[in-house]
């Protein structure tokens, strides 16, 4: 049974109560489609179990197929360290379709983000260590595709609609 | 389930395709660790399939010395494609003819379906199997496994 190498730790970009029952963490990776549909059905399970629910995301870009995939997620650690994180990410995924430089700068600046300070980060891949220390973590525990879930540690091997989530985290709360 | 070969037994030797004018041996390798990875089909309709995602961790593989052979009864023309769709950097072998002759030999063939079992082998740098896995078809295992097996390997 896979379990996470890495336990949720103050590194993580968490969402929820950090001190929930259940720990939700999705391996990702923004060119995805299957991520692209996981991300209104996590949104959906977290409103659904509220406080009792906490949801971390790792990077995990399959760049040999999703070019876009590792730059994408580097925007999202830079949007991350000037506390928008979870702004950038979700915006990744509304915009999935649209991944590329222009797409980076535009949502940089529509959260305020420096534009400037993106593109020097981005050339000095200042945040692709994160990212492939992500990865490699992600390898560790079994990750097997993209999306990959692990409940309070675990990996669920089942399927991720709104059904199967919710019910693999009913289990871990019981 | 098949019954796959374990660990402490000597990993059969096979020489076999891996692109139409090219063999490969296992006998090769030695003193390298191998990993051979088992799989039904080319073409699972997934991104992420597991071929897609060793590829992706080759080069946690690499520093770690191991050489990655896919293993699947495809033939050689099937597997180039694959391997080009997907921007695969490590050699698929086709266990075509005989049909799944070498999945036969460790354990990991499915006789009903005619296909590899996903099963997976770390070999030794002695050509010692030193650990093996047996995965439920419809599962990809993913890496935790391979990379446990490869960093307890005796330097």
Not at chain 2, 137 to 145: F, S
């Amino acid at each position: 049974m896979s379990k996470l190498s890495i336990e949720v730790n103050a590194d993580d970009h968490i969402q929820g109560n950090s001190t929930a029952e259940c720990s939700l963490v999705e391996y990702g990776d923004y060119e995805c489609p299957h991520c692209g549909t996981a991300y209104p059905i996590v949104k959906r399970v977290q409103k659904h179990f509220g406080k009792r629910l906490s949801f971390v995301f790792r990077n995990f870009p399959l760049t040999q197929i999703h070019p876009w995939a590792e730059p994408a997620a580097e925007v999202a650690e830079f949007a991350g360290v000037h506390g928008k994180f979870w702004e950038m990410h979700d915006l990744l995924f509304e915009n999935q379709e649209n991944l590329g430089e222009t797409l980076f700068l535009n949502l940089a600046d529509k959260l305020d983000l420096s534009t400037a300070q993106l593109q020097t980060a981005k050339a000095s891949q200042t945040y692709r260590s994160r990212v492939r220390a992500d990865f490699s973590g992600g390898a560790r525990s079994g990750v097997n595709g993209t999306p990959t879930f692990f409940i309070n540690g675990r990996r669920h091997n089942g399927p991720f609609d709104f059904d199967s989530l919710s019910e693999a985290i009913e289990l871990a709360l019981r | 389930m098949s019954n796959i070969l374990s660990a402490g037994r000597p990993a059969p030797d096979f020489s076999v395709h891996v692109t139409p004018d090219q063999k490969l041996s296992l006998s090769e390798l030695r003193g390298k660790p191998v990993i051979l990875a088992f799989y039904p089909a080319d073409w699972s309709p997934v991104c992420g399939d597991q071929m897609a995602l060793y590829n992706e961790i080759l080069p946690e593989f690499q520093k770690l010395g191991a050489v990655l052979v896919g293993v699947s009864v495809d033939g050689v023309w099937c597997h180039e494609a694959f391997a080009k769709d997907r921007h695969l950097q490590f050699p698929l072998a086709a266990d075509f003819e005989p049909k799944g002759e070498i999945a036969k030999a460790y354990g990991a063939y499915r006789t009903v379906e005619g296909v590899c079992e996903r099963a997976l082998f770390v070999i030794d740098r002695e050509g010692v199997i030193a650990w093996s896995y047996l995965s439920p078809v419809a599962i990809n295992p993913g890496a935790d496994g391979i990379l446990e097996a490869l960093e307890n390997l005796p330097k």
